[in-house]
């Protein structure tokens, strides 16, 4: 294994290797980098020339000037990184430091995103497959998979931001928008929900009048603009992700798992009461150790209640108590959106990565936060959601089509075990290496997304260098990608053979 | 089926929230009553309003409080920088240059010599206190003065690292003149220079300098004064590297990155935005807004912010899709067009190879040919409606005395096209049609590629064969060495009186078309050599005329500029000078 990946490594360093010197030669030739100052008539124009062509290193030849990078990025090997500088001699080492963490922030919760709700799609399809459901799903899929991304951004920007920001000042849902709205919804939930057509006007009827009422009651009491969760809905709303998650992976009948869960929800619910003051103003630090332990009491407690299932109670009680711990935390910050309001009497940004000068306590600045990554997040899920759930389906599809999938139903297994147990994991081998791959490529997909959404990342470091022939800024954004594809690449391909035991030797 | 246990769960879930949903948070009731600090701004006692105005001119980053280095010399840096450090003029909506009174007086007191006498107002004191004084002045001359060693050439090496290099130091070969801590000093300029109005003399804070540097304001003087590099070199070194900030998103120490204007730094998120709060210690009007913040924002993203209140005054591309969406946006924004300084022109190759280098019947063939109104029209009215073509080469069609040159310089000869004038002249040059003609240009470009195409589909008919040379490598290879019969580029204008001699000139540094002309030199020489307005335009005249009768080349217009604004805002006005829309940002007001 260890030969495995050694050999993998280097061939992916000569790679690297090779690709950096494409890149740099390409960019260098891509244009005149001191085009705006031939067209200036300043009276300093030659001592900007003369300054550039040396913080550039203009009048070396081509070979010179990629050896000079060569020989800096070599040095990141004995800890002594240096990416040159760009044209007006900035260090670009500090430049990518801040660019990267604007980037990797966007791209890691969009692929997080676009996991879950892509896989999750993708599974609902091939269980239904050939459905109404599955049929709007796979054109909205195809519609999102073609989107041109700066065509899209900018309607994201009219109606996510422009419009629901108009919107927000006065909300208002007038009964006839309910009405639609709920028989939407309804519509689509009977889709997914499947069954006989009493039960299909049963779920489309309950949501439908659900949404309704919620929509007419929400405008009648102002919720949209001072929402709240409270700790009933909280609890409620735990309990069922508890009961929900127990019925789908060790089904209801297995008691020692559901108690588990249960009773993880139980001390959650003691917890959210006794905590409350702690998270008046909290910072990352104290919540993330809550959520960590969070995590160890769900592990505690299936330890103790797990009794012969004892792994399956553990993992299961611990995934209830990070969910119970992400609400307590969604349930604080819808709270603040009232006061955040406030602040800011129109919410979502179209560009930026913050509010400028934000004065909101820890909460409301969160709000802002999130509030300016989520259409550039959204943006970039769609996209890859699209992927993702293509692959699923028909990787999931394959997979129920095998013989033991057939076995394991003929046995008498219930569709749950045969889903999730069978025919899920062995679907996940395929999705695995797209994740990683896309990863990279989502990077390098974020340039037009951020340039759009006005965020300063590598994106923008590519672009502007590659404007101004600037090769510098533009080997550092193909270091991080190209890195990061061939790392991606590496994992996916260790991950392959941890999960399929027969590539492994 | 077991998903049927998953349907149960959302109908109690649904129910639950049903019975639930009564829970609101409080802030809501507040929400009536409470306004928002934002939207109710109050007056402060200063008569500054305590609001925020969101800005953006592009989305290149703050460099840094010496813009003056060579590296962190650019308009982006300046453009803030100039609302925080003011000096003797500033240029108005029409980018013609205007004494800026609560800084001080400048008066031009003697011709020959040259002496320019200035007056720092007397309340004029630093962010920190300190007054605004001689010393200031000194070290600034001091800055493009001094040089230490030489390089391998043996050229001089400037001791200060300078953008304007020598310049002011070889102008004014004694310095200013005053006494220390004084407010008023004389500068002697050692030829006449027309453009003594744009010349700095005070930038930085000295006593600043000084103290990082470790040596007394008295000293300081005293080395300048002497010349005394030794002494000099580590107020040079703070000077070439203490007012950076390498690293972007720190601010630079309030104590040692002064101000002398309405504003002065209040934050700066690296990336994002640059904020400027009002100067505490400002002696003069104070800003309207307390709040001006620079989004870093590139121009393509600028409508829509402007149209969700993210950017509040925005300078997008001139492009007429921006135009559109800006009228769609409706009253609530104001739109402005202008012309910018940059102006595009076809310059004809007088040097070897120039296919219509030594005949001036071809080239006014060709400038008889050349649809400019048709240019405009396609490619810069749907812009700007009030675009025109341009007549001239050294004044811009919004100038005062533009209309004046042109009708003494120009006769409109060349402003229809005339095809069968233009065939008449071909067949009086004697040469064989078709005659070639390359035009080069910089490619990617458009808006020039189309403009050459309509060249070619009126000139061709007149007998000329255009032939599009538009290459990548035009400004570093094919202008250079003269691969091209005309040229076509843009000039970026500066509002200098003098810098044309450089372009038009027998040996100008910028001719570039070989272009040589003994009446045009004298004439330059003439006009670089006074300093009365009424002669400089005159001589302003004689150049134009000849550059228009020998055909040194043919303006075609004025680049658009398109600025919008909010249109609670006032006191926006639009303008083509580098200080860009924010020139008068300190008196915009909601």
């Known amino acids: 294994m260890t030969r495995y990946i050694l050999r993998r490594l280097a061939i992916s360093f000569g790679v690297l290797f090779v690709g950096s010197f494409l890149m740099y030669v390409l960019t260098i030739n891509s244009g005149d980098p001191l085009e705006d100052l031939r067209e200036s008539t300043a009276n300093n124009r030659d001592t900007l020339i003369a300054a550039r062509i040396d913080n550039m290193g203009l009048d070396l030849p081509w070979y010179q000037r990629y050896w000079q990078w060569l020989t800096g990025v070599g040095g990141c090997f004995v800890g002594r990184c240096d990416l040159g500088t760009d044209r007006s001699g900035s260090d670009v080492l500090s430049l990518l430091q801040q660019s990267a963490s604007a980037t990797l922030r966007l791209v890691t919760i969009a692929t997080i995103a676009a996991i879950i709700i892509g896989i999750i799609v993708g599974i609902l399809t091939a269980i239904r497959q050939y459905s109404g459901f599955d049929y709007v799903v796979t054109f909205l899929t195809f519609l999102f998979f073609s989107l041109p991304v700066f065509w899209a951004a900018v309607l994201l920007k009219e109606y996510g931001a422009i419009r629901y920001n108009d919107w927000i000042a006065d909300p208002h849902v007038s009964v006839l928008q309910a009405v639609l709205i709920g028989i939407a919804l309804g519509f689509v939930l009977q889709g997914v929900m499947g069954g006989r057509m009493k039960r299909r006007l049963l779920t489309g009827g309950v949501t439908a009048v659900f949404t309704i009422s919620a929509l007419l009651y929400f405008t009648s009491v102002g919720w949209w603009r001072s929402p709240a969760l409270g700790p009933v809905l909280v609890i409620l709303v735990a309990l069922a992700f508890a009961v929900g998650i127990t019925a789908l992976v060790a089904g209801l009948g297995n008691k020692r798992v559901l108690y588990s869960t249960l009773t993880t929800v139980g001390i959650g619910s003691v917890l959210y009461f006794v905590l409350g003051g702690a998270l008046d103003e909290p910072n990352w630090w104290l919540l993330l150790g809550l959520f960590a332990s969070a995590i160890v009491v769900g592990l505690v407690v299936g330890y103790f209640m797990g009794g012969y299932s004892r792994g399956q109670a553990m993992g299961l009680s611990a995934v209830t108590a990070a969910f119970m711990a992400f609400l307590t935390f969604a349930d604080r910050l819808v709270y603040a959106w009232g006061s955040f309001l406030q602040l800011k009497p129109r919410p979502i940004s179209t560009i930026g990565a913050s509010t400028p000068n934000f004065p909101g306590d820890f909460w409301e600045t969160t709000l802002d936060w999130g509030a300016q990554l989520l259409l550039p997040s959204i943006l970039l899920t769609l996209i890859s959601v699209a992927t993702y759930s293509r692959y699923t389906r028909s990787s999931m599809l394959e997979t129920m089509n095998q013989d033991y999938v057939r076995t394991a139903r003929s046995k008498g297994l219930s569709e749950r075990t045969v889903i999730t147990k069978h025919a899920f994991r062995n679907a996940m081998i395929p999705i695995t290496t797209i994740v990683a791959l896309d990863f990279a490529a989502l990077i390098g997909g974020a340039v037009i997304t951020e340039n759009v959404f006005g965020w300063k990342g590598m994106g923008a470091m590519f672009k502007t260098g590659l404007t101004q022939v600037d090769p510098n800024p533009v080997m550092a954004f193909f270091l991080v990608t190209g890195t990061a594809a061939v790392i991606m690449n590496l994992v996916a391909d260790l991950a392959y053979a941890s999960l399929d035991p027969r590539i492994r030797r | ?590």
């Open chain 2, 1 to 590: 089926m077991k998903i049927g246990t998953m349907s149960k769960g959302v109908a109690l879930f649904a129910a639950a929230t049903i019975a639930l949903a009564a829970c609101t948070s409080d802030a809501g009731t507040e929400d009536e009553n409470s306004t928002s600090p934002t939207a109710d701004a109050t007056a402060t006692a200063s008569g500054t309003k305590d609001d925020t105005v969101f800005v953006s001119v592009g989305e290149d980053e703050w460099d840094g409080y010496n813009d003056l280095t060579p590296a962190t010399y650019s308009t982006y840096n300046s453009v803030i920088n100039e609302r925080v450090r003011q000096t003797f003029v500033y240029f108005d909506e029409n980018s013609a240059i205007q004494i800026n009174e609560e800084f001080g007086n400048v008066e031009l007191i003697s011709e020959d010599p040259m002496v320019v006498e200035y007056t720092i107002n007397e309340d004029a004191v630093w962010s920190d206190g300190e007054p605004i004084k001689y010393e200031d002045v000194l070290l600034t001359w001091a800055a493009q003065k001094f040089t230490d060693g030489e390089d391998a050439d043996g050229n001089p090496v400037a001791l200060f690292d300078h953008v304007g290099g020598l310049d002011y130091g070889e102008r004014v070969l004694e310095g200013p003149q005053g006494e220390a801590g004084g407010k008023s000093f004389t500068v002697e300029y050692e030829n006449p220079f027309p453009d003594y109005m744009l010349t700095t003399v005070v930038d930085f804070p000295a006593h600043i300098a000084a103290e990082q540097a470790g040596v007394s304001l008295e000293d300081l003087v005293t080395a300048i004064q002497g010349g005394d590099v030794e002494a000099l070199r580590p107020v040079a070194e703070f000077w070439n590297t203490g007012w950076l900030s390498p690293s972007a998103g720190e601010l630079p120490d309030p104590a040692i990155a002064l101000s002398s204007g309405p504003y002065t730094y209040g934050s700066w998120e690296a990336g994002q935005s640059l904020t400027l709060v009002p100067n505490e210690n400002y002696w003069g009007t104070p800003p309207a807004t307390a709040n001006l913040v620079f989004r870093f924002a590139s121009a393509d993203t600028h409508v829509q912010a402007l149209q969700n209140g993210d950017l509040n005054v925005i300078e997008p591309q001139a492009t007429i899709d921006t135009l559109d969406q800006l009228a769609a946006i409706g009253d609530a924004v104001t739109v402005g067009t202008f012309d910018t300084l940059i102006w595009e022109h076809l310059d004809f190759n007088f040097g070897e190879g120039g296919s219509l280098a030594d005949s001036l019947e071809l080239r006014e063939a060709f400038a008889l040919c050349v649809p400019r109104q048709l240019i405009v029209d396609n490619l810069i009215a749907p812009v700007n409606p009030e675009a025109q073509i341009m007549n001239a080469r050294e004044v811009f069609p919004f100038e005062a005395d533009y209309d004046t040159i042109v009708s003494a310089a120009y006769d409109g000869r060349y402003d229809t096209v005339d095809i069968e004038a233009a065939a008449a002249k071909i067949e009086e040059a004697g040469v064989d049609t078709p005659v070639q003609v390359r035009i080069g240009y910089n490619t990617p470009n458009p808006r020039r590629t189309d403009v050459a195409a309509l060249i070619k589909d009126s000139c061709d008919q007149a007998g000329f064969e255009i032939v599009d040379s538009g290459s990548s490598e035009f400004f570093s290879a094919d202008l250079p060495s003269g691969n091209f019969d005309v040229a076509m580029y843009a000039w970026s204008g500066s509002g200098q009186i003098a810098s044309g001699q450089n372009i038009y000139a027998s040996d100008g540094a910028q001719n570039y078309t070989a272009y040589a002309n003994d009446t045009v030199d004298a004439a330059w020489d003439t006009l670089t050599a006074t300093l009365d307005t009424e002669a400089q335009q005159e001589q302003t005249i004689i150049i134009e005329k000849e550059l228009w009768d020998s055909l040194f080349g043919i303006p075609l217009f004025a680049h658009p500029g398109v600025a919008a604004w909010d249109s609670t805002i006032q006191n926006v006005a639009p303008t083509a000078s580098q200080s860009a829309i924010v020139w008068n940002a300190e008196k915009w007001v909601r």
